[in-house]
């Protein structure tokens, strides 16, 4: 442990603030979405059972690794635009495993005193939580292993309310997180909750998985595929991306191709269609 963790800078914590060793408790038996994702990006962190998942829906989605990939710069440009707008507080539900340019290495390049508290609820994406805890000296970050599904608890836990200032805009992050819930599982009712805790001027990150820009029998078989491995998946319209946001103001262009949204001349993501992208993203801001 750094000097810095044991002065209690960077944490990994569970929701009631008691610091987390690795969990060992991984089904490497069965696929699973963030090692999935981990494979899509190029990573190390994934078993035989995810890249033999993830290898089914390339052959129906070839573009599926660069989609992921349009999808971590899409976080890039967003945190980037948080931190152009003021905001030096993030909270990124969903982290993922740790891979390039994590959310505080962009907030904290641009803005060294940024704080980021992650929450995950995998037990691989906490055993590499400390990867995530190399905060600059000015700024802090936390992990926090915990449940999007428990909001209550996600916002009353200690290195939460340690770390964030609810008071000062805060920028919410679900960046491809909500299609792994049903609406019968009550994403915006949970977004919602998320959302009321922030105040005026706070923006909320958003992209999603979409299978509205592609061939409909191609985004079927994907979502098939992924439901016989038993990842349940939900791909939503850009109508239903939007009602994330109530009375939210969308930052320009509103909801679009992760790829397209405030392209910056990035070579993949020019090339790449809304199809093969296959996912929205959004930023919306809290009046
Ligand atoms: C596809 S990854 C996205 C990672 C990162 N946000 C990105 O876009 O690059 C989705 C992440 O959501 C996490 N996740 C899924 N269900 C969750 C839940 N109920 N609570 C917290 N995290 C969850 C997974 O463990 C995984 O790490």
């Not at 569970?14 to 089904?27: C, H, K, N, T």
């Not at 397209?260 to 996912?279: I, K, Q």
């Amino acid at each position: 442990m750094s000097e810095r963790q044991q002065q209690g800078g960077d944490v990994v914590t569970d929701l009631a603030g008691e610091q987390r060793p690795p969990s060992l408790d991984l089904r490497t038996d069965l696929p699973h979405p963030a090692r999935m994702y981990d494979y899509y990006l190029g990573g190390k962190d994934n078993f035989p059972s995810d890249r033999a998942a993830a290898a089914q829906v390339v052959k129906l989605l070839p573009s599926t690794p660069a989609g992921c990939r349009a999808n971590r710069r899409f976080l890039g440009r967003a945190v980037r635009l948080a931190v152009d707008r003021g905001i030096r507080q993030f909270l990124d539900i969903g982290t993922g495993i740790p891979t390039a340019d994590n959310t505080h290495e962009v907030a904290q390049a641009a803005a060294p005193e940024a704080r980021v508290v992650y929450v995950d609820n995998d037990p691989i994406v906490l055993a590499h939580a400390r990867a995530l805890l190399t905060s600059s000296p000015q700024g802090r970050t936390a992990y926090v292993d915990a449940d999007f599904r428990d909001p209550d608890a996600v916002l009353a836990a200690p290195a939460v309310r340690d770390i964030l200032d609810f008071d000062q805009p805060v920028a919410l992050l679900t960046v491809a997180l909500l299609h792994f819930f049903q609406d019968a599982d009550g994403p915006y009712e949970l977004v919602r909750r998320y959302q009321s805790a922030l105040p005026s001027g706070s923006v909320h990150i958003l992209s999603h998985g979409t299978g509205e820009t592609m061939d409909p029998a191609v985004a079927e078989s994907v979502m098939r595929t992924y439901a016989e491995v038993g990842l349940k998946m939900v791909s939503r319209t850009k109508a239903e991306v939007e009602r994330f946001f109530p009375g939210w103001e969308l930052v320009e262009p509103g909801v679009a191709p992760v790829n397209r949204w405030r392209a910056d001349g990035n070579p993949e993501d020019l090339a790449l269609s809304p199809a093969e992208a296959a996912g929205y993203g959004v930023v919306a801001v809290k009046p």
